[in-house]
């Protein structure tokens, strides 16, 4: 085969578990893309597929051994040629993975991704020079959003966390790099940036010896057409009166912070190793609904965690009726090998931990229920995502509502709005999933 008609193959790919794995995806998507192969989004009409998995917790690698089967089936159908895995799947278990997953052609570790023009190459016998240095990402997203990866891996050691062991230390890419990727993201049409990474908020620590979150953020400002910048992932720690000063103050930073709690019992956040203790949780959310109301809070927990005793779970739930949070997430506790919790006593039986997390799940919507309720008959600036065709409707989400982590706002189509327009509404029903809302 020569290298013109290697490029002729056509490459599909399934993106699986977090949006920073996404990010990565859409780099190799892009170093493809610019060599000179073909992109789709059928994987079941292409001659190459990308598995680009997950391995976070036990369900997440389930999903990605589901994805690799089906794939693998579809090779012995003949429908497609190779098949390669990608993401942080291989990265766990790489030494296992050729003897149990036999008909893949080839498992790449994360350090090998920017790789991937070559080694699909190989896999066709043909030698080729390294792939372009120079490309744009091929964004899998729907809408004008983006997710710009700002640091990998992660310097917290959480007992339950499998990051670190997968992804290393923390390291942040240079702010010149980021914005310089922002900067293509928005000439390609691009008006809202959300930064992602483990730890947003410990960003630039171990380059520049100093956090340098807000110094990004500046420099992402003063591109003309970016619209929103969002922040994700936000360790409770570091959210300081600067940060939430500043994200007040800059018209383009959206009031909204993404900021995974994980519990509010001291044993459970000490054995956690969550640098915060209960006392100074409730400080910081009481701080940050006191003198920051602007900004809505997004928070994540985990129930059932080793050692959570009924007194510790209600002290939970208290804490959830108290704080009344914009939005929350729940998640039964995964027992992950070669994590300082997996060896923890106390563990506790899955029925306990599902009864729990369906239980304060419905503690949580009860509060949406009554939020939601006060929104109708407001009005909110709302940035247009995409079009249903099933209901003949438009998707949007407003600067207080992250897109596909909470409640979308739905318009009917006037013949005046466009994918990526930003307008106003009047927010007049919630219909369970999304809200209802009227142009103004």
Same mark, same amino acid.
């Given at each position: 085969?020569?290298?013109?008609?290697?490029?002729t193959?056509?490459?599909s790919?399934?993106?699986?578990g977090?949006?920073? /794995?996404?990010v990565?995806?859409?780099?190799?998507?892009?170093? %493809?893309?610019?060599?000179?192969?073909? !992109?789709?989004?059928?994987?079941? /009409?292409?001659?190459?597929?990308?598995?680009?998995?997950?391995?976070? !917790?036990q369900?997440?690698?389930?999903?990605?051994?589901?994805?690799?089967? =089906?794939?693998?089936?579809?090779?012995?159908?003949?429908r @497609?040629?190779?098949?390669?895995?990608?993401?942080?799947?291989?990265?766990?278990?790489?030494?296992?993975?050729?003897?149990?997953?036999?008909n893949?052609?080839?498992?790449?570790?994360?350090?090998?991704? =920017?790789? @991937?023009?070559?080694?699909?190459?190989?896999?066709?016998?043909?030698?080729?020079?390294?792939?372009?240095?120079?490309?744009s990402?091929?964004?899998?997203?729907?809408?004008?959003?983006a997710?710009l990866?700002?640091a990998?891996?992660?310097?917290?050691?959480? *007992?339950?966390?499998?990051?670190?062991?997968i #992804?290393?230390?923390?390291?942040?890419?240079?702010?010149?790099?980021?914005?310089?990727?922002a900067?293509?993201?928005?000439?390609?049409?691009?008006?809202?940036? !959300?930064?992602?990474?483990?730890?947003?908020?410990?960003?630039?620590?171990?380059l520049?010896g100093?956090?340098?979150?807000?110094? %990004?953020?500046?420099?992402? *400002?003063?591109?003309?057409?970016?619209?929103?910048?969002?922040? &994700?992932?936000a360790?409770p720690?570091?959210?300081?009166?600067?940060?939430? $000063?500043?994200?007040?103050?800059?018209?383009?930073?959206c009031?909204?912070l993404?900021?995974?709690l994980?519990?509010?019992?001291?044993?459970?956040?000490? $054995?956690? #190793?969550?640098? %915060?203790?209960?006392?100074e949780?409730?400080?910081?959310?009481?701080?940050?609904?006191? /003198?920051?109301?602007?900004?809505?809070?997004?928070?994540?927990?985990?129930?059932?965690?080793?050692?959570?005793? #009924?007194?510790?779970?209600?002290?939970?739930?208290?804490?959830?009726?108290? $704080?009344k949070?914009?939005?929350?997430?729940?998640?039964p506790? *995964?027992?992950?090998?070669?994590?300082? *919790?997996?060896y923890?006593?106390?563990? %506790?039986? /899955?029925w306990i931990?599902?009864?729990? &997390?369906?239980?304060?799940?419905?503690?949580?919507?009860a509060?949406?229920?009554e939020k939601?309720?006060?929104? @109708?008959?407001q =009005?909110?600036?709302?940035?247009?995502d995409?079009?249903?065709?099933?209901?003949?409707?438009?998707v949007? &989400?407003?600067?207080?509502?992250s897109?596909?982590v909470?409640?979308?706002?739905? !318009?009917?189509d006037?013949n005046?709005?466009?994918v990526?327009?930003?307008?106003?509404?009047?927010?007049?029903?919630?219909?369970?999933?999304?809200?209802?809302?009227?142009?103004?």
């Amino acid at each position: 085969m020569t290298k013109e008609e290697l490029k002729t193959k056509v490459i599909s790919a399934i993106s699986l578990g977090c949006d920073k /794995n996404k990010v990565d995806l859409e780099h190799m998507l892009g170093r %493809l893309q610019a060599y000179g192969f073909q !992109i789709t989004d059928d994987v079941y /009409n292409c001659d190459i597929v990308i598995v680009n998995t997950c391995a976070f !917790i036990q369900p997440a690698q389930e999903e990605a051994i589901a994805n690799i089967i =089906e794939m693998e089936d579809l090779k012995k159908q003949g429908r @497609i040629e190779k098949i390669i895995v990608t993401g942080c799947f291989p990265e766990r278990n790489y030494s296992s993975m050729k003897e149990n997953f036999p008909n893949i052609d080839a498992f790449l570790k994360l350090r090998d991704n =920017e790789n @991937i023009c070559e080694k699909i190459a190989s896999l066709y016998e043909v030698e080729i020079s390294k792939g372009a240095k120079k490309y744009s990402r091929v964004l899998t997203s729907a809408g004008g959003y983006a997710y710009l990866k700002i640091a990998d891996g992660c310097n917290n050691v959480c *007992s339950y966390c499998t990051i670190p062991r997968i #992804r290393g230390r923390y390291k942040s890419e240079p702010i010149e790099k980021l914005v310089d990727e922002a900067k293509g993201l928005v000439s390609n049409g691009i008006n809202e940036i !959300i930064l992602v990474a483990q730890d947003t908020t410990r960003y630039g620590e171990d380059l520049y010896g100093e956090n340098k979150l807000i110094a %990004l953020c500046e420099q992402l *400002s003063k591109i003309k057409d970016l619209k929103w910048i969002r922040i &994700h992932y936000a360790y409770p720690e570091k959210v300081s009166d600067e940060l939430l $000063s500043y994200i007040v103050k800059n018209d383009k930073i959206c009031k909204y912070l993404d900021m995974p709690l994980q519990h509010i019992d001291d044993k459970i956040l000490s $054995s956690m #190793r969550r640098r %915060l203790n209960e006392d100074e949780t409730r400080k910081l959310i009481y701080k940050i609904k006191n /003198n920051y109301p602007e900004i809505a809070i997004r928070s994540t927990f985990i129930v059932g965690y080793p050692g959570e005793t #009924r007194d510790a779970f209600k002290k939970l739930c208290d804490f959830i009726q108290e $704080s009344k949070f914009d939005y929350a997430g729940f998640f039964p506790y *995964s027992k992950e090998p070669n994590t300082a *919790s997996f060896y923890m006593k106390g563990h %506790l039986s /899955n029925w306990i931990k599902k009864r729990r &997390h369906k239980k304060i799940t419905k503690l949580q919507n009860a509060i949406v229920s009554e939020k939601v309720m006060s929104q @109708i008959g407001q =009005e909110m600036i709302v940035k247009v995502d995409y079009f249903d065709d099933n209901n003949g409707e438009y998707v949007c &989400h407003s600067e207080k509502l992250s897109p596909l982590v909470d409640f979308g706002v739905r !318009i009917v189509d006037n013949n005046s709005v466009k994918v990526n327009d930003f307008v106003k509404v009047k927010i007049y029903d919630f219909d369970g999933n999304d809200y209802k809302g009227e142009i103004i």
